[in-house]
């Protein structure tokens, strides 16, 4: 009886151990497929900014030319040293966005001032695009990106801003001289223009 006793002990301490270790199994399994998945997600996302920001092979910013290539799960000893590579890949993910950003507040501050230098003749995306050495469909893209307007929309606004400020300035001022002034050659598109920008026509807007 004693012997049977310490057999079927035996055997549930052994099958204590046995769930124990399925237990450990199971919670390995788990945290190396949390990992896995922090990989993948990361991996992406290193993916779509390497995608945002070599687009444009003028500004010279490739970010993979910047990090080292993914390593394969089996060089790291443990599940820390894998994370202490995923945080260091994230800061130079974050520093490289950060640096396509500051480029582009640059391009986009000289393609508005100038914008501002000569709303008053007709210019166009491609000759601002030349100037900050972009081509005509990547400029156009960064601009409605960052601006969330066209370029087109940017002009007008510029100009339609002007115009008004024109006639407040002096009421007495010809609309005609007004369109001339805000590069317009015709009165008449000045006027469509001035009517879906501000609802008014210029005349009603400078009589009150």
């Known amino acids: 009886m004693n012997m049977i006793m310490n057999v079927a002990g035996m055997t549930i301490m052994n099958t204590t151990m046995t769930m124990n270790v399925v237990d450990t199994t199971t ?4 945290t ?10 990361n991996t992406i996302m290193t993916m779509n900014v390497v995608d945002m920001i070599t687009m444009n092979t003028t500004m010279n910013m490739n970010v ?6 993914f390593p394969h ?3 790291f000893a ?20 950060q640096t396509a950003t500051n480029k582009y507040a640059h391009i986009l501050s000289i393609a508005k001032q100038y914008v501002q230098n ?3 003749r007709d210019i166009s995306m491609d000759e601002v695009a030349e100037m900050v050495s972009m081509s005509y469909s990547y400029f156009s893209r960064v601009f ?4 969330h307007q066209s370029f087109s929309e940017y002009v007008l606004s510029v100009r339609m801003r002007e115009a008004k400020r024109l006639m407040e300035e002096d009421p007495a001022i010809k609309i005609k001289e007004v369109a001339e002034l805000v590069g317009y050659e015709s ?4 006027s469509r223009a001035y009517k879906q920008y501000y609802h008014v026509s210029p005349k009603q807007d400078r009589d009150g």
């Open 27 to 30: 919670m390995n399994t788990i």
């Open 32 to 41: 190396t497929m949390n990992v896995v998945d922090t990989i993948i997600m």
């Open 64 to 69: 993979a030319g910047m990090m080292e290539a």
């Open 73 to 75: 799960f089996s060089r």
């Open 78 to 97: 443990s599940l820390n040293e894998m994370q202490e590579y995923l945080q260091k890949v994230l800061k130079q993910m974050e520093a490289a966005v």
């Open 118 to 120: 000569n709303y008053n």
């Open 144 to 147: 409605k990106e960052q601006l």
């Open 187 to 190: 009165v008449y598109t000045f």
